[in-house]
């Protein structure tokens, strides 16, 4: 047997437990990986309260989780190339990676180098490829100025640090709490609300050349407002704004694989990519953990434990 995430209904934390269920075996192409860590993400609450059930139906008893990184504990028949005993990062497409075990075919997981962290790893793929497909999306570049809304969050502090890594000034809403800390990342804190368009024009009087809204909160508008051009403004937080202005609105699912995993992985050891972990929880407490994270007062990432 083996310990899983799993709810029976849509609702909120109270609806989370973690139970026993019988260990899976890998198919043919498939891994299975003992997890040692998985991160939480927003899109995880907003699917278990029942707010995508258009898009992403649950099948109850339901799992939950996309992220974690562990060690190969079983290789399915044609599976190459990965070694029993890997320590390695991946992605599940089935919402079942807030385990002890997974299962996921060969092709979503990425060897974990050992200088990075099992949190660090944890956190790669939905945080980490729908940052990466945002900063794609407006074509951040050398030499350019780039906002990134709610750049203290989870996807915002990817995002700031990718987009300052080709070569872009970055500035970065946040509250003020958050201003030393993206200082530190070589990010310009602006306080976001009321007048933020103000306090942008002030800090880069040059002007913005792309906008990243992590956020939603009328973003897209002060981007707009700002004089960006919708071709260079993406946002993963505001549908609607999509619609109205014709601005992008790629994430996850544009920039997801693994191939970004071992990309972001690389940048981690080479120093130009930092991820701050906000807080580690027992894999007992996931419940608790979504509560901090509805809090949206959230440095970086929120990481589960499984030992």
């Known amino acids: 047997m083996t310990r899983a995430v ?16 019988e260990r899976p075996e890998p198919g ?9 860590a998985a991160s939480i993400n927003p899109g995880e609450a907003a699917i278990r309260r029942g707010l995508y059930d258009a898009v992403f139906p649950a099948t109850f008893p339901s799992g939950q989780g996309s992220d974690f990184a ?27 990676a807030q385990a002890t075990d997974v299962v996921v075919p060969a092709t979503n997981v990425v060897p974990k180098p050992a200088t990075v962290t099992w949190e660090e790893a944890a956190t790669l793929y939905v945080a980490g490829t729908t940052a990466f497909a945002a900063v794609r999306a407006v074509g951040a570049d050398l030499g350019d100025v780039v906002v990134v809304a709610g750049a203290a969050g989870g996807v915002g502090v990817f995002a700031a640090q990718l987009a ?16 030393d800390f993206l200082r530190g990342l070589e990010i310009m804190p602006v306080t976001y609300g009321d007048g933020v368009v103000e306090r942008i024009r002030a800090l880069v009087p040059e002007g913005v050349d792309a906008f990243i809204d992590t956020h939603g909160s009328g973003n897209v508008a002060a981007a707009i407002e700002l004089g960006v051009s919708p071709a260079r403004i993406d946002t993963i937080a505001d549908f609607a704004a999509v619609k109205r202005y014709g601005v992008k609105g790629e994430g996850n699912a544009a920039g997801g694989g693994a191939r970004t995993l071992s990309e972001l992985a690389a940048l981690i050891v080479e120093g130009d990519l930092r991820i701050p972990i906000d807080t580690i929880y027992p894999f007992e407490r996931v419940a608790e953990a979504y509560d901090h994270l509805d809090t949206q007062h959230v440095r970086g990432k929120i990481v589960l434990r499984m030992e």
């Open 28 to 36: 043919p192409g498939e891994v299975r990986v003992e997890v040692l």
């Open 164 to 179: 300052r890594h080709a070569g872009a000034t970055v500035v970065g809403t946040a509250r003020d709490e958050d201003h």
């Open 6 to 21: 799993r709810f029976e209904r849509y609702g909120g934390t109270e609806v989370l437990r973690v139970v026993e269920v």
């Open 70 to 96: 562990g060690r190969v504990t079983a290789r399915g028949a044609g599976v190459q190339g990965i070694g029993v005993g890997e320590e390695v990062i991946g992605f599940s497409d089935s919402r079942s």
